[in-house]
């Protein structure tokens, strides 16, 4: 099985997203009853991911060049793979929008009911923090990116 530098390309995405997903996700899950000034060595960790990937895009992209030192023509095939892949990826980002909205609202609906009730105490403790919007954002937009990369590596095998 021979892959083509474009899909090695598109590994070297999807292999970043899991990556990304398994490491610095947990960081964030642990962190989203807090609000963002409350976070304990958040920037250090945005630092960290940022300096973590430009080390392993520049690093994977230039063995690729160094192992395909050819250029691949584009062609059709190319546009049409990358039309399709990205429209799936964009209704996926639109899907996700609608369950951030819908989670966002549950929430507030959830807080109102449990004001109904009467029981003060609950009503405090359920609150939509800004590590939890975080972290819900983080887990739609890592689960869009890996479903388009694979897509998008589908049909550059098949088509």
Known sequence: MSLSKKELSILIEVVYSIVFTLIFLPYFYENQEKNLILIDGLVGKII????????????????????????????????????KSYKLGYLLYEFSLFIFIGYVYSKFQNKELLNLTGNQELYNSFQLTDGGVVFFILVLLAFTSIIKSLYQFYLYRTV
Not at 50 to 79: N, W
């Open 48 to 83: 960290q991911i940022t300096i973590s990937s430009i080390i392993y895009f520049s690093l994977a992209y230039a063995l690729l060049e160094v192992t395909f030192k050819k250029k691949e023509a584009r062609d059709e095939r190319d546009d049409m793979i990358n039309s």
